[in-house]
Nanobody, 125 residues
Framework: HVQLVESGGGSVQAGGSLTVSCVAS?????????MAWFRQTPGNERKGVAS???????TYADSLEGRFTISEDKAKNTVYLQMNSLKPEDTAMYYC???????????????????WGQGTQVTVS
């Protein structure tokens, strides 16, 4: 059973930067997983933000305009989402997700993730 624990959320002024982290544990074969970040605001569905496959290929939501970067430290089983030029509309609960048997980061946006973290709140004012 995979456990995902996010951290690093908080409040930031518009135009600022923030990096959220997600530590994965409990799986012996994370090499077959894609890792992804989703975000959700009250009353709305969870939407994909960025995802990364084990070979390092990444994909992003079109709306981000290149402001976010997803990366992975395999030695630490940690996935990061660096967010720059933040806007108030980026305010959301950010969730880490793991998608098994995933060789293409786009798949992480198309299939229901196998595991979710508890979320970390990002507020931009």
């Amino acid at each position: 059973h995979v456990q995902l624990v996010e951290s690093g959320g908080g409040s930031v002024q518009a135009g600022g930067s923030l990096t959220v982290s997600c530590v994965a544990s409990g799986a012996t074969h994370m090499s077959s997983f894609c890792m992804a970040w989703f975000r959700q605001t009250p009353g709305n569905e969870r939407k994909g933000v960025a995802s990364i496959a084990q070979d390092g290929r990444a994909t992003y939501a079109d709306s981000l305009e290149g402001r976010f970067t997803i990366s992975e430290d395999k030695a630490k089983n940690t996935v990061y989402l660096q967010m720059n030029s933040l806007k108030p509309e980026d305010t959301a609960m950010y969730y880490c997700a793991a998608v098994s048997h995933c060789g293409d980061p786009v798949v992480a946006f198309l299939r229901k993730p196998d595991y979710w973290g508890q979320g970390t709140q990002v507020t931009v004012s």
